[in-house]
């Protein structure tokens, strides 16, 4: 009598080694970066008035002084530009944050730097009199800092857990928001000035903006770039990051002013942007998990496809009129935010 043989177990599925998972990250990348072109260009021709692609294309590289040459280089170029490193900086800024608290929740605006930035340059354009960019950059500098030491004060020192310092950040953004609101309804001239810059704008941007802002940038994205290995040592706590040879408090520091430049720069050239540096380091740990060698660049690439794709959503429902890239952002981000406080709440129980 034949007895019918077990079924063959199914093979299991061979592991991804290291090779094959640099390759499948660098490919992630490369089309991340596609993916950033394609927004880039969508950016510069889309906005209030339609203009075709061959237009789009002689105002970029065959200027003549046309009314639509004017409106793509010096009004719409600009503006992706600006969108381009800001994004980059506000996606590093969130990435470094979380990675430094060891906190998922962690984010600039969350904590409140860009407000303690925008707080400080509020003040200088009411009381100062400062009207330039090169102007805001140094007081936004200075309020980021001063905020941070506050949460970090705040939120406890040694005994500070993620949930304490979130909710430090959170308190000092209310403080200064009013604060900020109280200075916007006492100085009527100065509110037309900050009206805009307030709710986080792409749209004041100009080359000689971009000019002024980029190398603030450009120092802070290196310095983060170059904390990745240090950041992944203190994710696996402060003895074992000392066990590999990590310098913690030079990192901390480190850490903090790469987040103060970004933060800081970002803030002074186009006003408070908020969830970015939040929501897209999430994204970007689906992907590439936990290794900041990676999510590090991942956030630099990916943080501007949200920025642009969200000015870009603005000037299209509002046209002719357009909605701030600020309030794009924060009615995308608020739910993101409320989705992942509950999701990590669940977690814990």
């Not at 005994?159 to 979130?166: D, E, L, M, Q, W």
């Not at 590999?244 to 933060?263: D, I, K």
């Not at 720069?265 to 186009?270: L, Q």
Request: charged share 10%; aromatic share 6%.
């Amino acid at each position: 009598m034949l007895v019918d043989s077990p079924p063959e177990a199914a093979a299991a599925p061979a592991p991804v080694t290291p090779g094959r998972r640099h390759l499948l990250r660098s490919a992630g990348l490369m089309a991340s970066l596609a993916v950033l072109a394609v927004i880039a260009v969508l950016g510069i021709a889309v906005g209030a008035k339609q203009i075709p692609l061959d237009q789009v294309w002689h105002g970029v590289f065959h200027y003549s002084g046309t009314d639509t040459d004017v409106i793509i280089r010096d009004v719409r170029f600009p503006r992706t530009l600006l969108g381009l490193i800001i994004g980059a900086a506000l996606g590093l800024a969130g990435t470094v944050m979380q990675a430094l608290t060891r906190n998922p929740l962690a984010d600039p605006g969350v904590l409140g730097i860009n407000a303690g930035a925008s707080a400080a340059v509020v003040s200088a354009i009411s009381f100062f009199g400062v009207t330039s960019l090169t102007g805001y950059v140094w007081f936004a500098f200075a309020g980021a800092a001063l905020v941070s030491v506050a949460v970090y004060v705040l939120g406890g020192t040694r005994s500070a857990t993620p949930v304490r310092r979130a909710l430090a950040g959170t308190a000092l953004t209310a403080v200064l928001v009013g604060y900020i609101n109280a200075v916007n309804l006492m100085d009527t001239a100065a509110l037309d000035k900050m009206r805009f810059w307030t709710v986080g704008s792409l749209a004041s941007a100009t080359l000689p903006t971009v000019g002024q802002i980029a190398p603030f940038l450009a120092v802070g994205g290196v310095l983060a770039l170059l904390l990745a290995r240090p950041l992944n040592a203190l994710a696996l706590g402060d003895d074992q990051a000392r066990a590999l040879g990590a310098r913690l408090t030079r990192t901390r520091v480190l850490a903090m002013l790469a987040v103060t430049l970004l933060c800081g720069g970002a803030t002074a050239a186009c006003g408070p942007i908020v969830y970015v540096g939040l929501m897209v380091p999430h994204v970007v740990r689906a992907i590439t998990g936990p290794d900041m060698r990676w999510t590090l660049p991942y956030s630099a690439v990916l943080s501007p496809v949200l920025l642009l794709g969200a000015d870009v959503l603005g000037r299209v429902v509002a046209r002719p009129g357009e909605l701030q890239v600020g309030i794009v952002t924060a009615v995308v981000g608020g739910p993101v935010f409320i989705h992942l406080v509950r999701r990590r709440r669940m977690a814990q129980l």
